[in-house]
């Protein structure tokens, strides 16, 4: 007997189901998420079933590692590109459940990577580091509009993140909340400073590029930071058929809907990595101020449409060259790039 497994996982339990061949369920049962609970329940049917598919929800995890290391074919499901009947007027988790395991049946099952287990403690590490770089920013940018608001004079953002502010920015406000004020943003930016470093220090140290990975230390703008960053969460970079689904994954392509020359709306401006959407925004800040074809590019475009436009733009650029410098092995070649 052909079994297939689909599994509709929440915060604090799960709901299993097994079907047959004909969409019979063999099983189906809620239970808490701990995996010895999943295990015992299939264990009788595990030489049977031929797949598991798991939604893609936040806390993946702990039951895809542990039913792959039992020996199962498990399938991380891709929620956001699974569709239902329209016309249904109740779901539920059973029936969640169900339908993932039906469309595994069919083998029309929308499906995401499933990162490396050994690599993905490093990835997450980088992901910590980028949202403290932008709590750093929330509070340097607090800094910077409470000393003009009190003082008329610009903040730089160099001194303000250096760790001598206080006593640069602090005697300038008389008042003594408003040095509690400020005290309190550039204690923020120290703290979290230290915290970047050491993230910075500790990957360094447990991870280099890979070979096909080394071609981006030779963009301008890219550096290891952002390197590691665009190779951990890029992965495998076979799996893009092109240049376009790539930048697409990176959030460097406009989302619009046409339908008879007419924009409808837009879709799916969310979709793919917001980790490398903000690497290749990152570079291309970077490296117009450091690449005199990028920079003519940029003011050029800048002439056209705002600046968060142009910078996208820049940004797409950018991971269409690094697609080709990842996959072919090319060096970086701006003359070709900015034409």
């Known amino acids: 007997m052909t079994l297939y497994c689909g599994i509709d996982l929440h915060s604090n339990n799960h709901v299993l189901t097994l079907l047959d061949e004909h969409d019979t369920k063999v099983l189906e049962k809620r239970l808490p998420n ?93 992901r910590k580091r980028s949202l403290l770089v932008r709590h750093r920013t929330a509070h340097t940018l607090s800094a ?18 250096g760790a001598h502010a206080e006593s640069i920015y602090l005697p300038g406000l008389a008042d003594v909340h408003r040095q509690l004020e400020m005290k309190a943003s550039l204690n923020m ?16 140290k447990q ?27 890029t992965g495998e970079i076979c799996r893009f058929a092109s240049a376009n689904h790539y930048a697409s994954y990176c959030r460097a392509v406009a989302s619009s809907n046409i339908s008879n020359g007419k924009k409808k709306g837009e879709g799916n401006r969310k979709n793919g990595n917001k980790y490398l959407g903000w690497a290749y925004v990152e570079a291309a800040n970077h490296m117009v101020r450091v ?35 990842m996959r072919d092995q090319v060096p970086f070649k701006p003359e070709l790039l900015f034409r």
């Open 144 to 161: 910077k509009s409470l000393h003009t608001r009190i003082t008329g004079r610009n903040a730089t953002t160099s001194v303000i993140q």
């Open 34 to 126: 701990k995996l010895e609970f999943s295990l015992a329940l299939m264990a009788p049917y595990q030489d049977d079933i031929t797949g598991i598919a798991i939604e893609s929800t936040y806390n993946w995890y702990w039951l895809v590692d542990g039913l792959m290391d039992a020996g199962y074919q498990v399938h991380l499901v891709n929620t956001a590109a699974v569709k239902q009947y329209d016309g249904l007027k109740y779901t539920d988790d059973q029936h969640d459940a169900f339908h993932l395991a039906h469309l595994l049946r069919l083998g029309i099952l929308p499906t995401g990577v499933i990162y490396p287990k050994a690599q993905r403690a490093v990835r997450d590490l980088l």
């Open 189 to 204: 930016i120290q703290a979290i400073q230290q915290q970047i470093v050491m993230i910075e220090k500790a990957v360094l």
């Open 207 to 233: 991870i280099k590029l890979l070979p096909a990975f080394i071609g981006l230390k030779k963009v301008p703008g890219i550096g290891d930071i952002l390197g590691l960053t665009i190779m951990l969460e």
């Open 291 to 325: 690449c005199e074809s990028g920079k003519r590019f940029f003011q050029r475009k800048l002439a056209q449409r705002n600046r968060a436009v142009t910078v996208k733009a820049t940004a797409n650029k950018l991971a269409k060259a690094c697609y080709y410098i």
